[in-house]
């Protein structure tokens, strides 16, 4: 550290500290819920997953086709308009296997988490999980199509997708 | 641009601790009265305070600012509080800057302040929200995921193996031993990386920083007060931010070119043409092993894929021919989010006077860079300083 700097401060604790009783501490467990509207855009992406399909928007000044939707493209700053429909198939952009939950405790099964390059779309995709695959076996640039829920189970959301499959 | 000459003219730092008996406010008072005590300066001579810190989540209380005023010295001054995620604290620090460069205020006491520790049973829970509530979050996402896979493409496009980053957790690590504030400091090798309970592959045990409490503060000035404070000035020879596209699926994660802009508005103003030579000492945001590489290349301290090299070479070490977070960084010292990026600021400016004890790398470096990364992996802060 600085040369001419002798103690610097803080006091940490150990686990002793705590389990002797050494630290007081006050605990507060919030309830806090919050209903978050879809929106214009993905409005109308979460209507067509329900409807089985997956649905981008193409920007008319940079050409560039991405998903999710969104009314604004953030390079040309133009309103985006031009509704395109995609394919459920895509390229495994970067995957992960994790073992641990948010709370970093370990999970009982790894999942694996992935970005998937939506075939129709300009190199863009968005987070999804894949299943019906050894975690040994997914490689970057590996062939997927989503496997939908069943028509009559869907609501509208992310997760009418149970997950991508290897194609 | 009728910009003033700013300096850093004091540092000072907590300890980077698990657990703190300390309040936030209570650590933010200790680092900013370090800062002032040690270029001998009061309350009295501060204009101005920029204060940093991180998710009010963590903490669990609204308006984190207005919480840490007191021990940040803010009250009866202009006072504002910055917030670009784990980019914060070298944000934090180029706030101060701007404060003073225009004139505005001839001082600026720049406080960065996290306790991660408040949040149960783990502050990862703070950072589940950073997901789009409606496409992402219904996954169940955990955060080390974006990591994971930043660092998969990384390590894929350019053909790495985990051991060619591992080398950079055993650096720091090591490094952090002579760091008096350090939480993580130890002596590893590659195979006990490799070996380390993996969280979600790539990312394993020791890839990753351990979260923290603890604060960091520094003190600004004009150049005509500078001179009058110390014989030691360090310049702020350039500053840099930049913002990428948060839709973080639509972008390719192999490279931060967010990093590269904020790098190259930086090496602008300092004049810097070719930083590989003319940046003598880095201290780039590693939260994990790979970041330290990542950002290596997105600072132009080498070129794409290289930067795994020259860890392995030995390039980065303390000796090295361009030493990279000589203070242990992140990995070794510690992550209290914010407070981490200005830890590596002062560790810069530790260096370039010549009192950075044992960690001191040889050579007399001149000049030298820190820089952050936050938000949705799309915030890059760069600030350049000189002697």
């Known amino acids: ?167 | 641009m009728g910009m003033r000459k700013v300096a850093v003219v004091g540092a000072g730092m907590t300890k980077f601790m698990r657990r703190a008996q300390e309040t936030g406010r209570e650590l933010a008072f200790q680092a900013a009265k370090m800062a002032l005590d040690s270029c001998e300066m009061t309350l009295d001579d501060i204009d101005a305070v920029a204060l940093g810190s991180a998710p009010d989540a963590f903490d669990g209380l609204h308006m984190k600012g207005e919480y840490l005023s007191d021990g940040a010295g803010a009250w009866n001054k202009p006072y504002m509080r910055s917030y670009v995620g784990g980019g914060t604290g070298v944000f934090a620090a180029i706030q101060g800057w701007y404060h003073v460069a225009s004139g505005l205020f001839d001082t600026c006491l720049v406080v960065c302040e996290e306790k991660m520790s408040s949040c149960k049973p783990h502050p990862q829970g703070a950072f589940l929200t950073i997901f789009d509530h409606t496409t992402e979050r219904p996954l169940k996402p955990n955060l080390v995921w974006i990591f994971a896979l930043e660092m998969n493409r990384y390590m894929t496009v350019h053909g790495l193996e985990k051991k060619d980053i591992a080398r950079v957790a055993v650096k720091n690590k090591k490094n952090a031993l002579d760091h008096p504030c350090a939480q993580l400091g130890a002596d590893i090798t590659v195979e006990d990386v490799l070996n380390s309970e993996v969280l979600a592959w790539p990312v394993q045990r020791l890839d990753i920083s351990p979260t923290s409490d603890g604060a960091a503060a520094m003190v600004l000035a004009a150049e005509h007060v500078a001179k009058r404070i110390t014989d030691k000035p360090v310049w702020i020879k350039g500053v840099g931010w930049s913002l990428d596209s948060a839709y973080w699926t639509n972008r390719d994660l192999y490279y931060p070119k967010y990093v590269e802009s904020a790098a190259r508005m930086a090496y602008d103003m300092a004049g810097i043409k070719e930083p590989r030579k003319e940046i003598h000492i880095a201290e780039p945001y590693d939260p994990f092993d790979y970041k330290e590489l990542h950002h290596m290349e997105g600072l132009l301290l080498c070129k794409k894929g290289e930067a795994p090299r020259l860890t392995a070479d030995g390039v980065t070490a303390r000796d090295g021919d361009l030493p990279v977070c000589p203070s242990g960084g992140l990995l070794g010292v510690g992550n209290p989010i914010a407070a981490s990026g200005v830890m590596k600021l002062n560790e810069i400016f530790w260096q370039l006077r010549g009192e950075a004890g044992k960690r001191q790398v040889p050579g007399q470096p001149r000049t030298g860079l820190a820089q952050s990364w936050g938000d949705l992996m799309q915030v890059g802060c760069v600030v350049v300083l000189g002697i």
């Open chain 1, 1 to 167: 550290m600085s040369v001419n700097i002798k103690d610097f401060p803080g006091t940490p604790l150990s686990q002793d500290d705590l389990s002797a009783g050494k630290v007081l501490t006050t605990y507060w467990r919030p309830k806090l819920e919050y209903g978050w509207d879809a929106g214009v855009a993905i409005s109308r992406y979460l209507e067509e997953l329900k409807n089985g399909r997956i649905i981008g928007v193409r920007c008319s000044q940079c050409r560039r086709v991405v998903v999710p939707p969104r009314v604004v493209c953030e390079w040309c700053w133009e309103p985006i308009d031009e509704w395109v429909y995609l394919e459920d198939t895509g390229t495994v952009n970067t995957f992960s296997v994790c073992y641990i939950r948010w709370d970093a405790s370990r999970a009982k099964e790894p999942q694996i988490p992935a970005v998937i390059e939506i075939d129709g779309a300009s190199k863009a995709g968005f987070l999804h999980l894949l299943d019906e695959v050894d975690p040994d076996d997914v490689k970057i640039g590996m062939r997927v199509q989503a496997v939908w829920k069943p028509a009559a189970e869907r609501v509208g959301s992310i997760t009418d997708i149970r997950y991508f499959k290897p194609i």
